[in-house]
Each structure stands twice: as C-alpha cells, then as structure tokens.
C-alpha cells in the first residue's frame, strides 16, 4: 500500500457539502433544438407557468421581428389563421403578427436522483439534488388554434341564420336515458385511452412564474442557496461516512437482496427462483416468457430428473403444439379482463386474432401480414405483436415460423401429435364461424398434389370392389331384419365404386402431416388396396355413437364429428384407441347403433354444407317413445320445418290423444325452434 501512494500522491483535498434549500425545487433545463453558445439569456421572456406535479414548463420568449432574417408576410400569415380579423383580448398575438413563441417541456428522465448541481467555491464542494430534467422545444399549439378557427368558420357559413330559428321553437318533450353501469373492462380501455390522460393532465392547474434574467439581483439572491448554509459536520452528516459504512454503501451486504423475493419471475427469470415453484408454474412461466419453444430446451430448462409424462401433461395445459414446437396459448399471453397495451382492443378479440395466427402456422411456414390483417379486423400494432412472438420476416416471404419443424417429437410422442391435432381441429370450426371463411380458401392454387397411391393390376381393385359389396349387402340385410316396417327413407350411398375418404379432421400440407399427425394422403394409410370400413369398426367407437345419440337425439353428421373430436382432444395421453375414422366409417357406426339417416328437403337457397344436410335420429330404444320419434321424423322428411299444431295433430291422429308433457319432451329432444316454426336439430341455418 505504501509503494502504491507513493506512485500515486494526492494532490489536494476537497470537502463536499449537501445543499438541501433548493432540493425539491431545482431544476435544469436543456435546449436541444439549438447550440449551446446560442443561449436564450438575452432573450426577453414574457411569461413562465407550470405544473409542478407533472413537471411541465412553458415559456412564452418574444421574437425579434426587426431581425433580417424574420419574415414579416409569414408572421402576419400565421396571426391572420390563429386569431382571424377580430380584435379581441384573447388573441394570441395581439400586434397582429407572430411575435412571440412559447417552448414546452419534455422530461428527459423520470429518475433524478443520481443527478445533481454542483458549485466549487473556495476548496469547497456544495451540491444540490436535482427536482428535474427538462427539455425545452417549441410548442406548435398556435397551429391547433388556427384549425379550430377555420372549422368554426366553415361551420358558421354552413349554419347560416339557424341560430334565429331555432330560438323561435316550441319547447318539446325529451325523453331521459340513464348510461348502464360501467364494466370492469370499459373501464380499463377508457383509463388507459389517449383522451383520458389528456383530461387528467388538464385536471392540475398551472402556476404562474415570474422570470428573473441571469444577472438580475433576485437571481444572485437564489443563487447564494446552492451553497450549504451549515458547514458543520454535525448537521451535514450525510455525506460524514467512515470507510466501513463508505465500502457498505458501494457494495451492500447480499443479505439485503433477500429482503423481498417475488413470487415468481417476471421479465427476467432467476432459475434459482423458478426452480422453487411447483412444476406447472415453472412451465407456464417459462412459456409465457419465451412464447414458443421445441419441448427439448423445455426439459433442458427444468431440473434435472423432472419427469417427461409430468411435463407433457403441464405443458398442454398452457401451450399448443403447432409444427412439432410448444406455442403458449393465448388466453395466457391475454387474460380475461384484460386488453391491449397498443389499441385497448378486449382480450377476448386478441385471443380469436391470435389462434387464427397460430393456426395458419399449423397449415403453413409462411403467412402474410396483410392477409391475416385482413381477416382478423385486428389494429397492425397487435397483428405485429402475434407475428413477432412465433415468427420472424423473411424478404418477398413474408413471416416464417420461428423454429423449424420438430420431426423428432411427432415421432417420438404420436399420441401427443394426434391429441392436439384434434384440438386444432376444434379450433378451425370456431374460427371458421368467426371469422366466415373456410381452409379451402387458404390453399394455393398451385399447390403440388400428393401423389396417388397406385394399385399393382386392374383385378385386385375389382376383387376389392366386390368385396366392399358384399359387405354392404350383408350389413343392409341385418338393418331390415332389425327393423322391419321402416317407412322413414334412408340414404343409400354406393360403395363399390368409392374410394374411402378420411372424416374432414386434417389438411394436406406437403410433407403429409397436418401439425405432425399423418394425414390421409400419406403413403403409410394404404385405403386403396381392399379393406372395408366395416371390418375396422370398433366396439369403442359404437359405444361412443350410442351414447351420443341416447344423449342428443339427433345430430347433423358435421355436429358428430365435432363432438367426436372434442372425445378424441379428452381422452388422455397414449390411450387413444382409435385411428383414421373416416366420414364412412361414423356413418356406418351410427347406421349400427339404432339409428337412421333422416332425408330433409333443405330448401333450394340453403347455403347448409354437405355434412350439414346429412342428418341422422336415435330410431330405436325399447321404450313406447320411439313411435312418436318415429312419426315427427316422417313428418321432416316432406318438409325442413314444421309447425308445432301440425305436429300435435299427426300425434292426436295416429295414437289418439297425447298430453302437452309429452309434446314438449319429443320437441325437445329431437327439434329447436325459431319464428314460430321446430327444425330438426342441426339443420337451422343463421
């Protein structure tokens, strides 16, 4: 230490005083929009108010009009837009020219406290803490001025002399409307919208100043406050430190950090600290942070030993598989309640906007901003903020997904892939309601097709047509000996000469696999070459049928298919028993299970797809009830809607007299009604 000062000497000791008169009222102000050596201190300054609470300043400084450089045409220009031809007191520039200009603040920081005036004075040292910084820049609200001037004019020349007439008017009655009580959620959009923080600023009065120039004797008076009226170190103590409590202030003792420990992790994740949350709280946050993310780095991120089944089982419950990657769901991102940051726009909005993204991914590498702007009706700041979290933009490709696809966990985890391609599924149909549109619009006209799986000889496709035959014939032969005396008409479709198509749950994408899960057109699902869907009925799947219908009564084909997803989406991981259940294969497993297709005459403008004309009843149950479901599906089968006197009178007529309880339970099991007229379940178009 000694050779050390040495080669070091200390020149000269200054003593540092706390000045605390002027510390809750000082403050410096900066000029950017002009040099430094160009000062306003010559300048004369007219008047000087401000907001102390704000910290908002304005200076109205004059204008040398005198000056070559000022351009008097352009001075009178502008006073003639401001304040108009009319002389009046409260005109902003009362010598009819722009002589004056007023400078606003702006906070160049919002934390002052290491900030300070320092004045050397005789080997001393006296600093005062800054109240502010502020930056001073010309205020263009004289322009505000002369717009609303020239509206009121234009107003005034449309209005005319209406004034005089409408005061010649009877009084007339008004009717009084009391405004609803404010929800929770108006009133978070309205706190945080432009024009309410405009209103709060205007709320706190403005104090007016009066300017004292640099060298002016009340300035010097002030002045003589930045020095430290005690020079004893008795009553200046906090700058009289001892090396301990000196070396204690620059590095703190690092017990003082655990004073407050959060909760959780918020912008900045300590993995200390997350590690000490339960395992369902460390996934989501970590999702919630990193917005997507393979589910390798996930279980890198984890302890070490965390169980695999535990994390897929917390994983699903806060993200969304989409291109083998973990994507956090949106209702996380966007809570209820809340809303946006950018618009104001409801959280329920961004979470619809957001899963449309998502699912676009699923379909897709690459999406475009405009047109998924187009579709959503969302403002571009939150439509940016959806791309920004899962993709990244690419030159002429618009935005690609951020990571590539995950081969390796759709291989590894199918039962996974499979379950949340049947939550997307259930997803699409939401949004294809919300949104009107449908997958096909999304294809590319171009779009490679999969390549036909090709059968070796023309024999082995009749010997597989003749067999599917044979099986309808027998299957046929069974339903009429079950059901003998049907008078209903039930749809016949050809099989011989079909090709089985899979029940519409998937897209085709180029690499054969919608979100991961194999697709029907994927060369390992070889329905071309024999095979009948009724060898591959399960008893799991007929017992789905049958107690869906013994719960719903009657079900549109495209309804079934809904539920039956939501089924498979429930069923926990690697317990699915079922695989590639096509439209035909349901529709024969509904044909087995005591029921029957209903042929309903849609009307000629009916926009109903094909799986929603395809309507199918429970037939059949044991009970003396089925005969009258028996009668109300004759009657929908001449006409799509039917009037509920027309229905008691077919009962009254057929079983004699039937009481309004029992009217009103088969109405209820079987139709909804709508103007007056019952219709079938499921074929009501809105």
Known sequence: MASGDEDDPIIEEIDVYLSKSLADKLYLLQYPV????MTYDDVNHLSAKIKPKQQRLELEMAINTMSPNYCRSKGEQIALNVDGTSFDET?????????????????????????????????ELHITPLTGILQMRPSFSYLDKADSKTREREAANEGGDSSQDEAEEEAKAITVRFARPESEQARQRRIQSYEFLQKKQAEEPWIHLQYHGAKDSRSDHERQYLFCQSVDASQNSELVKTPKEYLAMLMPPLAEEKIAKPVGPSNVLSMAQLRTLPLGDQVKTLMKNVKVMPFANLMGLLASGTDQTSVLRCIQQVALLVQGNWVVKSDVLYPKNTCSAHSGVAAEVLCRGRDFVMWRFTQERSVMRKEIASIIKIPPEDVKEFLEHVATPRVNRGWEFLLPTDVDFIKKHPDVAHRQNMLWLGIQSKLEKVFNFSKEDF???NSPQPEPVHVSGVQRLKIAQERAQENQASLQRDLDARHPGSSIPVKQEPIGDREEELMDTSSSIPNG????????????????????????????LQDFVT????????????????????HLASMPAGQNVFSSISDHMLQDAVLLCQCKQIMVPFPAQSKAALDERKVFGLWETGDNFDKHRRLLYDLFTKSYRVRRNVIQAKLAQEFGEVSKAEVDRLLHDCCISNAGYWYLKGTLQS
């Open 34 to 37: 002009r040099p430094g050596t």
């Open 91 to 123: 005109n902003t520039y009362s010598a009819k020219m722009m002589d004056k200009q007023t400078f606003s603040s702006m906070q160049a920081t919002t934390n002052t406290s290491r900030y300070a005036a320092a004045v050397f004075r005789k080997g």
């Open 443 to 445: 294809m590319p006209k």
């Open 547 to 566: 107690k869906t219908f013994q719960k719903h009564v009657v079900l549109t084909l495209n309804e079934l298919k809904r539920l039956f997803n939501l």
């Open 513 to 540: 696999s919608v979100n991961g899960y194999p697709s029907a057109t994927s060369p390992c699902l070889d329905h071309a070459n024999g095979g009948s869907p009724f060898n591959r009925l399960t008893p799991e």
